[in-house]
């Protein structure tokens, strides 16, 4: 079975450039997130989707992030202008989602540095 | 307000001893648990988890305990081996709400020979 798939791997950019992160869950899985982890730090949840609606974005920077999946499969991930603060790992990661008390299964992440 | 808690950012344990990884949460609403390990250059892999109707969950060399009434949760790998060396990751979530989970900040284990 194919893992949670992410690109780009690494991403360097300079502050106020835009960003954008894609995600493939897995097939399947109604329930997608993303998450932010900055170096030291636990992943932070920014947004998780079920099916193709927002669930839950109380931790997404709306100002400069913005998340979207079309048609309930894959999703991007878009900063606009980012800061050096956003640079960190960021993780997307699927579950089945409409069982309660599912793990979820992450990808490999995306490094972001701004500099 | 850092609601899972993981106190000791790293554990240092002998080949073949017990690796006791500890986890502290403050929201009593939680009621399920999980323990993700994470290798660099990888996304977090699922390791084990136990629902807050138990007070133990054992696969293999894991075993995780609850103590709900201490909202303390402990991570055991027994015997520890060189490639058990990882960040494990405490989360949490509230059942009847979503899936959403709250992680811990990490404990990173070395196992060494």
């Known amino acids: 079975e194919a893992g949670v798939a992410q690109s780009p791997r690494y991403k360097i950019i300079e502050k106020r450039q835009s960003v954008a992160f894609w995600c493939n869950p897995i097939?399947?899985?109604?329930?997608l997130y993303w998450y932010q982890q900055i170096l030291g730090q636990g992943p932070k949840l920014l947004i998780q989707f079920q099916n193709n609606g927002v669930v839950d974005d109380s931790q997404l920077p709306k100002d400069r992030f913005s998340a979207e999946r079309l048609k309930g499969v894959d999703s991007t991930l878009k900063i606009q202008p980012a800061k050096l603060e956003d640079s960190a790992v960021y993780l997307c990661?699927?579950?089945?989602?409409?069982?309660?008390?599912?793990?979820?299964?992450f990808g490999q992440g995306t490094r972001l540095t701004v500099v | 307000d850092q609601q899972v808690k993981q106190n000791s950012p790293s554990l240092s344990v002998q080949e073949g001893r017990i690796s006791i990884l500890n986890c502290d949460y403050t929201?009593?609403?939680?009621?399920?648990f999980l323990w993700y390990k994470k290798y660099p250059a990888e996304g977090p892999t699922f390791l084990i988890s136990i629902s807050s109707i138990k007070d133990k969950n054992e696969d293999g060399r894991f075993t995780v305990f609850l103590n709900k009434s201490a909202k303390h949760l402990s991570l055991h790998i027994v015997p520890s081996q060189p490639g058990d060396s990882a960040v494990y990751f405490c989360?949490?979530?509230?059942?009847?709400?979503?899936?959403?989970?709250?992680f811990g900040t990490g404990t990173r284990l070395q196992v060494f020979p």
């Open positions: 989360a949490a979530s509230v059942s009847y709400n979503t899936d959403k989970l709250i």
């Open positions: 990661a699927s579950s089945l989602g409409v069982i309660k008390n599912t793990e979820a299964f």
């Open positions: 097939s399947g899985h109604a329930t």
């Open positions: 929201n009593s609403m939680f009621d399920y």
